[in-house]
């Protein structure tokens, strides 16, 4: 797991480490990164092209819709290029 220093992102890490101490490796991404982590574009290609719009009935059914919509891009492989391709371009 290769984190930046984001609030959530620490915060998510210390559960992680708590229930999985034993298998879980975390390697810091430096403060002054310029955003070099493609999961990000995954993120935010999940929240403004295929979330827009959508309003869950509720937190579950948003869990449902997120994560076969994640799976869903798992399996196009050109598109998660294209994070790759962005980022490289970025920096």
Request: glycine fraction near 4%; charge should be neutral.
């Amino acid at each position: 797991m290769i984190p930046d220093h984001l609030r959530p992102h620490r915060k998510a890490v210390r559960h992680l480490q708590a229930e999985h101490s034993d298998g879980l490796e975390v390697k810091w991404l430096p403060p002054d990164a310029p955003d070099p982590n493609p999961v990000e574009m995954v993120w935010n290609h999940t929240r403004y092209a295929n979330l827009a719009g959508f309003a869950p009935d509720d937190l579950s059914h948003l869990y449902q819709v997120t994560a076969a919509l994640l799976e869903t891009a798992r399996g196009q492989p050109a598109l998660l290029r294209s994070f790759f391709h962005r980022q490289r371009s970025i920096l």
